[in-house]
């Protein structure tokens, strides 16, 4: 393999091989401040997917070195994320117990799924996928899913059973009918570390918070003894690390599994590789998205293999990452270590670590993802994507966040087509004193005829928008015009429908003494008029002022060689072949 | 209610106020032929629907006069045809044994079913809907209906026991299978009536043959005695008119039909109105969508009240009619008229009427319906178009008329979707001794810059194909070029994520020393850039040229007024706002 090719499946090479010695501080200072952020939050993520909290720690080893080898971002932070871990919990949590050892083995087996589908998909080149995710559609689905997330973890943070749903209301409903089971001291405590992480988030940003809270609960658990007064604790943990072992599973699993996997998969992908891009385009170097799919898929086998669940690259730590100085993968080496180190020295301490305090770390991670100013700006800008966002949001709140993004990809594919369906179709006039033909509704004061309509399409010209043409040149039959000219300088492409209907549209306008002509046709456009051999009476000029010239029997003579700034490469006056 | 509102939704009222004497003949003569043509295609339709032949004639008469009164085509023949029929057999087929009691109960529900989806999409002016089906997928979805409708016919042809699948190769397996249980009776009378309807077709078009097959078949069998050496007939049926009967019907049933009804609904309006238009063209009037859908609905409710099945306008017989002189809706009334004055007299003489001239004659008409001209030609024109018709062929034939066609429709608008995530993204050049800047790929020796690339992306820019442009410019940086001028001549319509993704393409360009400006801006994508207060490393220019020399630091001096011929209206030279 050449030396170029390795580096391309195997990127760490490259950073390794041309390693700069005064990089290593960043990034030590930014491996160690990620794992002292990863160790509260793997543990937080793992119980907000159903799984015990050393389960989050277990996919923070591993898959977090084989991204430093194979990923081509140098600042992502790879480990658990909520979304993700919220999609495990709604799809695993119909299949088995939250917590019991088939649970586990569920969650095992779709990290494994997740992880070959992705590299797969990596493999077949399809990380082009994410790009029908549109901005207002990822913004009304994570905010839905944050509000999900973040109330999902009330169970914790009031220390009584609430239902397992996505159905908001149906959660504080009950919560409230249960107000004499809540357990004060978990509310409290859960409610000054969330206080405290925001507070600490917004005055001392750079302040580990979420290791401050649950060091701090850790200790005023044991002082106190709480955990014997009822307070739910993380609690006893298997000591030591994982041991690689093959995940079993069998085919009915499989296929129940299949939908959210292939969610997962997209959605984890979504996620990390916008991040990637962000921070790649800060420091000045490209990531290459089917790398990153690869990676991210060997990561998630690792996963599976050494015990853990789904992992992506996530916003907040990769944030953290890049501020600390981060600038190889070595950063990401250095975070798997020193998780190893804590799993093999500080989980005795679980004993007195409430599950309240994690649960206050997912909800003060999560509501910041609601977005309410990207509302105001959709509102402002194009009411359109809005609805993408509104829709989003609600069809996952009422439906859960599988069938929540579904429903926000095809609704705004669905509008793309409808815009494409419903074209812009203006009427054009002249400037005055120039052979220039613009919108009468845009402009005042432009030159028309009685009997001559010009109409521009700004947009391709295919099966689903031919008849709104075809409207619009009857709508011009009432008035006495005798030609209509068509501009097809926006008409980027037509197909055999539109070709066929507009050979009928042509020949019944005929039939009423009426002449059609197109104006500006791109070299694309003509490209398919001459392959259909399009014999009817319609003619092709270079220029809207030459059409509506001719059309009028008036001379040419006086206008300049070329007209018109359209592609076809025609410089000369008159009617093009 | 006004005269015109009353013309709008009772259209006769129009041609019945107008009436001229002399379209009497025509219209005379129109309605008698299509009454002998849609005497045997009646029959013969109603037996590929799985039903008695009399309820292809109960469907003739009411739905008839309902469509004369309300429809706004005045050649249209309503009725039973081939598609429509099919579509019933395989719906109602699998809920019910063809033939039986239940089975003509179901199908007079289903014609209901369809009258009020249809009358209801009419009032809420759905009939645009008809658009999303392309010529490809029309084609392929016909020409392999003909085939499955031609082959359901074998059976009586053969006089055996035949699978009812859309399968054909298991309909021709079992057909030699059965050899030797085949009439040959049956066979040789289908053979000679298939011959005889092509040969009259085509040396004398106007002869009516099916009607010379079926009176030359009956005289045949009653003169011989056929139809006691086992030749299967039509046999005795109820004599008299249909009476007005409420149809009955169970929620279970509504619920199971229901999605053969949209699908029924839809294409069954799609072939009538093509007609209707194609027909209206030639004759220089109109035909309204709406309007259509509320009659052909309204006409489908009054089938199933008379207890026929469902009808809509054919392209047959309204050839037929139209070639005949029929002028006003009045020829269908007294086509109506023959067929109830036929429903009184002649149905004795069906005791001698085999079925399988009634199975000859749907066989001659549908694969005619089979087109390989269409094949060639998208192959000729235009691949992508020729891949919807062969998918939605393969599609109808592998999972059925519904599936398939609905595959088709889903195919031609992923292909849309795609086309747009894909657009052309050409690199220009300048025309020499011209300020016009075109596609290097199509024309040779055009003058372009080192440091200044000039690319033109000829679609909507939009969250799926903003990552396509990303790539394009990328793909420049390896060249010693520090600025990039994007043609946005061709850019109809930008949204909130194409927006936002500018906006960061320009920052991480900057950062690179790479300027980005923007020539040719339409005006609806200058409204969103205003709207979204877009303040960014970013200038707007009029025109190419100026972009291209104002990057270069060149003089615009000698450039005249306005160098291109946006749409913006704005003349000046230099950056605009």
Not at 34 to 44: D, K
Not at 46 to 68: E, H
Not at 431 to 445: E, S, Y
């Amino acid at each position: 393999m050449s030396s170029n090719l390795l580096e391309r499946f195997v990127p760490a090479v490259g950073w390794m091989r041309r390693y700069q010695m005064s990089d290593l501080p960043g990034d030590i200072t930014a491996g160690l401040t990620v794992a002292v952020m990863l160790i509260p939050q793997g543990m937080a993520y793992a119980m907000l997917a159903g799984l015990p909290p050393i389960v989050g720690l277990y996919a923070s080893i591993v898959p977090l070195a084989i991204y430093a080898l194979l990923g081509t971002s140098r600042q992502l932070a790879v480990g658990p994320v909520a979304m993700v871990s919220l999609m495990v919990a709604s799809s695993v949590g119909a299949m088995a117990q939250p917590g019991s050892d088939q649970y586990v083995a569920l969650a095992v087996v779709l990290a494994l799924m997740v992880g070959v589908m992705q590299a797969g998909m990596g493999l077949l080149k399809l990380g082009f996928l994410v790009r029908f995710l549109s901005h207002p559609v990822i913004s009304g689905f994570t905010s839905a899913a944050a509000l999900i997330i973040g109330l999902s973890q009330l169970k914790h943070l009031l220390g009584v059973k609430l239902p397992r749903t996505h159905h908001i209301h149906e959660i504080i409903i009950e919560a409230f009918a249960h107000i004499q089971d809540w357990n004060w001291i978990a509310l409290g405590m859960g409610a000054v570390s969330i206080a405290l992480l925001l507070g600490l988030k917004k005055f001392s940003p750079r302040a580990p918070g979420a290791l401050i809270v649950v060091a701090g609960a850790t200790l005023v658990t044991w002082l106190f003894g709480l955990e014997q007064g009822g307070l739910s604790v993380v609690g006893e943990v298997p000591a030591g690390l994982p041991m690689p072992s093959l995940p079993s599973f069998s085919l009915t699993q499989l296929g129940e599994l299949a939908p959210t996997a292939i969610a997962i998969s997209l959605v984890a992908f979504m996620e990390s590789i916008s991040v990637a891009k962000a921070f790649a385009a800060r420091e000045g170097y490209k990531v290459d998205a089917d790398q990153e799919l690869r990676a991210l898929g060997l990561s998630n086998v690792a996963a599976a293999f050494f015990g853990g669940y789904t992992v992506t690259g996530g916003f907040s730590r990769t944030a953290v990452n890049g501020q600390a100085g981060a600038k190889t993968g070595l950063a990401s080496l250095i975070t798997a270590g020193a998780i190893a180190v804590a799993l093999l020295t500080i989980t005795p301490l679980f004993a007195w670590l409430p599950n309240t305090v994690l649960s206050a770390i997912v909800m003060a991670a999560v509501f910041g993802l609601i977005d309410i100013k990207e509302v105001v700006h959709l509102w402002k800008v194009r009411k359109g994507d809005l609805l993408q966002l509104v829709l989003t949001f609600a069809a996952t709140l009422a439906f859960g966040i599988e069938i929540g993004i579904g429903v926000g990809v095809g609704f705004s594919l669905l509008q793309i087509i409808w815009r494409s369906a419903s074209p812009v179709i203006a009427k054009l006039g002249r400037l005055p004193g120039t052979t220039f033909w613009r919108d009468t509704q845009r402009i005042d004061g432009l030159q028309t005829y009685d009997d001559v309509v010009v109409l521009r399409l700004d947009a391709r010209l295919y099966f689903a928008n031919i008849a709104r043409l075809e409207q619009e040149i009857d709508k011009t039959q009432a008035d006495a015009n005798r030609h209509v000219v068509l501009d097809c300088g926006g008409m980027n492409d037509i197909d055999t429908s539109a070709l066929a209907l507009l050979e009928e549209l042509a020949v019944s306008q005929h039939s009423r003494g009426v002449t059609l002509s197109l104006a500006r046709v791109k070299a694309a456009v003509r490209d398919q008029l001459k392959a259909a051999h399009f014999k009817l009476p319609i003619e092709v000029y270079d220029s809207v002022e030459v059409a509506v010239r001719t059309a009028r029997e008036e001379s040419c003579a006086d206008l300049p060689v070329n007209t018109d700034d359209s592609d076809d490469g025609q410089v000369s006056n008159g009617q093009a072949a």
